[in-house]
């Protein structure tokens, strides 16, 4: 799951050629009283993810984002970023850098090799 907004069309396609499923949500930037995440409250779209992606433009969001979905199960967190190797991330998830084909191989392998996760 992709917080924070529409699929970069690269990636909708991406996804398709690798047989994983994207979801994308933009209520937490478009209307955050509506949020059930910024709310405190669980996540029904996440709730069904095996990753949760948070974009970093909006550090507090971010940070808000992570608390909650931290709360909810084991997902993998991780926070993208406007450029490839930038770091400065939130704590407590992966550094993805972009959401472009390399940031989401990445997260798909890191995904795969968990040892709670099923194919």
Do not use: K, N, Y
């Amino acid at each position: 799951m992709i917080e924070g907004g529409g699929l970069p069309f690269l990636a909708d396609r991406w996804a398709s050629t690798q047989q994983v499923e994207l979801v994308a949500c933009h209520i937490a930037t478009d209307v955050p009283t509506r949020c059930p995440a910024l709310r405190g409250d669980p996540c029904p779209l996440a709730a069904g993810a095996d990753a949760v992606i948070v974009r970093a433009d909006d550090r507090s969001r971010a940070e808000a984002l992570l608390a909650s979905h931290r709360r909810g199960r084991p997902h993998l967190l991780c926070c993208s970023s406007a450029a490839p190797g930038d770091q400065d991330v939130v704590a407590g998830s992966v550094a993805i850098g972009p959401i472009d084909e390399d940031g989401l191989a990445r997260v798909v392998d890191l995904v795969r090799r968990r040892p709670d996760h099923s194919p």
